[in-house]
């Protein structure tokens, strides 16, 4: 796709390997650090083993707020407990168990001119995850017609209000059936997560800006407002395993990747986002590398493997993990791996890297990847995907971080039902697990550290 940064890498690269030759020829210079071939081979049924069970029908679409992600999770600990990985004192049972807040509504009363209004006729884009408001705490009153569409009457409200302003809305019943269309697509949002927008079918829903309060309800005149909601807490887990290094112990390089994905569709002959390539192919990678280091035991600093949660609802796994740790410093290099299984625009085999210029971790990478020949990219121009997996909440603490991924703007599959395992490359996708056990090499060792370098 992008053939002059490849070429110019390709150019680099050329560069030191001739330099590395003179320098073998000249005597009394000091021989590099020799980085051994590592040899995943024997793994490559296990790899594919691992992403048809992750992607199957079973585990339907592996939705963070439904039983498809506990059956994930109990999967992906029996894996990692088999190859015989360790637990951290901190994550008992592998469980890293973090809190959100859900879209649904642990507590939800609103009464109009003395009557309650049921349910199914509210809708609240909260500013907050609980509220009590009162009639003289509501800003605007703001009574929609019958005769506009409700969709472009949201829209028009959405582009219109205030931040952390109080809106109560009367929506005629002639727009009823708008009305519970644009109401079922709230519990597929799944958190509340402050500041973000969301168009469902065209409906702006906005979280954290302020409330605003749909009722159904053909009153002219409101008397008497109050209205009060709680949302729900949900409470969730990343799943963390650890090879402990033999002479750097404290010091930590984490392979992850996100396991969750987007659950059922509404509608549809086939209801099930698979989530093959986004992201069994990224969860079985890491799980594939586990077994191969701890089959190998050649890492001086601790390995920890990390499949996050509910990375399709902000990062939020990512982000509660960062947070918590408790000695950021110690992360030397973060390798995230989200969704490796089609092809890249390099082409089969070949990944890139996310943000490739924000640390010196590709040029680490690429030096470890000398003797099989091969590079990990430069994220092409426009991608801008530094910020879309979890490696973000870890650069964004300064941790070198970033994704290896085969991302192609030309896959019309991305977020779609059609996410199958069937379309994948799994000769591809195992190539690049291959790389990038291979490109850690040094790392793993303890003799390289990577730097942010902006
Ligand atoms: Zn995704």
């Known amino acids: 796709m992008k053939p002059i940064p490849l070429l110019t890498i390709l150019l680099a690269v050329f560069y030191i390997i001739g330099c590395d030759k003179q320098e073998e020829a000249t005597p009394n210079k000091v021989v590099p650090h ?97 509220a009590q408001i009162s009639l003289n705490q509501i800003n605007r009153v703001v009574y929609f017609s ?55 079918a065209g409906y702006p829903i906005r979280y954290g800006y302020n409330n605003i309060i749909y009722v159904l309800s053909d009153t002219k005149m409101v008397e008497t407002f109050t209205g009060s909601f709680k949302l729900k807490e949900e409470a969730l887990n990343n799943v963390v395993a650890v090879i402990p290094g033999k002479s750097k112990p404290n010091e930590y390089v984490i392979f992850s990747a996100h396991m969750d994905h987007l659950g059922m569709a509404r509608s549809g002959t086939d209801r099930i986002y698979n989530g093959a390539n986004d992201n069994a192919s990224g969860t079985a990678a890491v799980i594939t590398l586990a077994k191969y280091f701890k089959e190998q035991n050649l890492n001086e600093r601790t390995l920890l493997f990390v499949l996050f949660n509910a990375e399709e609802k902000g990062l939020l796994g990512s982000k509660s993990f960062v947070n918590a740790f408790p000695d950021k410093s110690a992360i030397k290099a973060v390798f995230n791996i989200d969704m490796i299984g089609n092809i890249s625009p390099y082409g089969a085999g070949k990944a890139f890297l996310s943000g490739h210029s924000r640390s010196t971790l590709q040029s680490i990478m690429n030096k470890n990847l000398q003797p099989i020949n091969t ?79 902006n």
């Open 34 to 130: 020799q980085i051994e071939t590592l040899n995943l081979n024997p793994l490559k049924n296990t790899y594919e083993y691992l992403v048809n069970v992750l992607a199957s029908d079973s585990l339907n679409g592996r939705w963070t707020h439904e039983t498809g992600i506990d059956r994930t999770e109990k999967f992906v600990i029996k894996q990692i407990s088999e190859i015989g990985l360790q637990e951290l004192p901190r994550y008992k049972s592998f469980k890293d168990g973090f809190k959100v807040v859900s879209t649904d509504f642990e507590t939800l009363t609103i009464n109009l001119n003395n009557q309650p209004a049921s349910p199914e006729r509210i809708i609240i884009t909260p500013q907050s995850p609980q």
């Open 375 to 453: 590079l990990i990219n430069n994220e092409p121009a426009g991608y801008d995907l530094f910020a879309r997996s979890d490696n973000y909440p870890f650069a964004q603490a300064q941790i070198p971080a970033h994704t290896i991924t085969t991302f192609n703007s030309a896959d019309r599959l991305y977020h779609t039902v059609a996410d199958e395992i069937s379309t994948l490359d799994l000769h591809s996708a195992f190539t690049v697990v291959k790389t990038i056990a291979q490109s850690s090499y040094s790392i793993i060792k303890g003799t390289d550290e990577p730097k942010m370098t």
């Open 146 to 200: 019958p005769t506009t569409t409700l969709k472009e009457q949201v829209t028009s409200l959405h582009n219109t209000s205030v931040a952390g302003q109080n809106y109560l809305v009367l929506v005629p019943l002639a727009l009823q059936e708008s009305f519970q269309e644009f109401k079922s697509y709230f519990p597929a949002l799944g958190a509340f997560v402050p500041n973000t927008i969301r168009y469902a």
